[in-house]
C-alpha cells in the first residue's frame, strides 16, 4: 500500500492578457492625442470664393501637368524653370488667374510648380485635375 497522497493534479493557467491590451489601447490613445499630424507640410490653397462672376481677361494660361514629366503651357512644351517668364507677357495684370491641370501628374511635381509659380510673383492659381 502506497503511504504518499498525491493531491490531484493543477490544470495549468494560461496567462490573462487583458491587462496587457488595456495598456497598450491607453498607449496608443495616448500617442494618438500627443501626436501632430502633417500640419508642417501644408500647401496653403485659397478658395476662389466668388469666382463664378469674376471675368476671364487675356489671352489663355493654362498649364498642363503631365505624369512623364512633360508641362505644356497652352499646349507648348516648355521647361519648369522657364515656365514663369513664358507666363508674364500672357497676363495683362499681375493678380491674373493661371490655371493648373494635372494629367495623372504626382503630387509633388503641382507642389513644386505652385512654389515656383509663388516665387516668380504668381499667386492666383487655379488647380484642376
Keep these: 500500500m502506497n503511504t504518499f497522497a498525491f493531491a490531484h493534479p493543477?490544470?495549468?493557467r494560461r496567462p490573462d492578457l487583458t491587462p496587457m491590451i488595456d495598456v497598450v489601447f491607453l498607449l496608443l490613445v495616448?500617442?494618438?492625442?500627443?501626436?501632430?499630424f502633417g500640419t508642417q507640410g501644408v500647401l496653403p490653397l485659397t478658395p476662389t470664393?466668388?469666382?463664378a462672376t469674376a471675368s476671364w481677361e487675356g489671352p489663355p494660361r493654362v498649364v498642363d501637368l503631365y505624369a512623364n514629366g512633360d508641362i505644356r503651357?497652352?499646349?507648348?512644351?516648355?521647361?519648369a524653370e522657364h515656365l514663369s517668364g513664358w507666363l508674364q507677357p500672357l497676363?495683362?495684370?499681375p493678380?491674373?488667374?493661371?490655371i493648373i491641370r494635372t494629367h495623372d501628374a504626382d503630387l509633388q511635381r503641382l507642389v513644386d510648380t505652385v512654389d515656383h509659380l509663388s516665387e516668380a510673383g504668381i499667386t492666383r492659381l487655379?488647380?484642376?485635375?
Excluded at 503651357?73 to 521647361?79: D, E, Q
Design 30 to 36: 495616448f500617442f494618438m492625442l500627443v501626436s501632430r
Design 10 to 12: 493543477r490544470r495549468t
Design 49 to 51: 470664393g466668388g469666382a
Design 91 to 93: 497676363m495683362p495684370s
Design 73 to 79: 503651357l497652352n499646349g507648348k512644351a516648355v521647361f
Design 126 to 129: 487655379i488647380v484642376m485635375e
Design 95 to 98: 493678380d491674373s488667374a493661371v
